[in-house]
């Protein structure tokens, strides 16, 4: 299922860039579902993070590309769930536009009651990352 979800924030692009990339290591600090946050790797580019939400295991590699203003989030061996997430930003200073976008599709008949969680998920995230934004 393909979801998104975007907001207007009224911060520069340094504060919320860095923003989206704390939340690459403490996710649980804008999305409440989330917790025991590890970082298994570093790269590059990214890294590989491993956390619990929603009665599953959520293994990401994560990939951040600064030049284009995206930060895609591709989930590894998950049980339930094939597919991305991304988080992107458009616009400049002033007239930022915060997206995150939830490409999952689901393997098993358990994930299929967990799909409808997902849009209110998304939806707090954004919102709590404006508030934060737009606080500095």
Do not use: C
Request: net charge negative; glycine share 4%.
């Amino acid at each position: 299922m393909q979801i998104s979800h975007s907001e207007k924030i009224n911060s520069t692009f340094e504060t919320l860039w860095a923003l989206l990339l704390d939340k690459i290591q403490h996710p649980d600090r804008t999305i409440k579902e989330i917790t025991n946050v590890e970082i298994l790797e570093k790269y590059n580019d990214g890294i590989l993070r491993q956390m619990h939400a929603l009665g599953m295991t959520i293994k990401e590699r994560i990939i951040i590309d600064e030049q284009n203003k995206i930060i895609k989030f591709e989930l590894i061996e998950n049980s339930m769930f094939t597919g991305y997430f991304i988080n992107k930003i458009e616009g400049h200073d002033g007239e930022l536009t915060l997206s995150y976008e939830q490409n999952w599709i689901p393997i098993t008949p358990q994930s299929k009651k967990i799909e409808p969680k997902l849009p209110q998920i998304i939806i707090n995230g954004v919102q709590e990352m404006k508030e934060l934004a737009e606080k500095r």
